[in-house]
């Protein structure tokens, strides 16, 4: 079983930074994609930004800039750096992982949240 566990998340002044970290246990996911996703209240989950084993990221186009994923193989630990936060990233922010061969993600934590205050 993999457990997922997300750190770093509070409250915040707009513009200021956060760094999430999303710590795995259970075994090696150096393998899997992992993602970061968040769900603001009243608004669906939505994906933040992923990478694979090797360091391709993905990131949501309106967050590019200001968001940046990397990870830890060694540490099977994903990091997600916030800069420039606005009000409008109040969120509770998941990591989750899935094997390359699954289309879903299947592991996810339990969030972190994010306040940025105006």
């Known amino acids: 079983q993999v457990s997922l566990v997300e750190s770093g998340g509070g409250l915040v002044q707009a513009g200021g930074s956060l760094r999430l970290s999303c710590a795995a246990s259970?075994?090696?996911?150096?393998?899997?994609?992992m993602g970061w996703f968040r769900q603001a209240p009243g608004k669906e989950r939505e994906l933040v930004s992923s990478i694979t084993r090797s360091g391709i990221t993905y990131d949501t186009d309106s967050l590019k800039g200001r968001f940046t994923i990397s990870r830890d193989n060694a540490k099977n630990t994903v990091y997600l750096q916030m800069n420039s936060l606005k009000p409008e990233d109040t969120a509770l922010y998941y990591c989750a992982a899935r094997a390359p061969s699954d289309p879903d993600y299947k592991y996810w934590g339990q969030g972190t949240q994010v306040t940025v205050s105006s």
């Open positions: 259970g075994r090696t996911l150096g393998s899997h994609f």
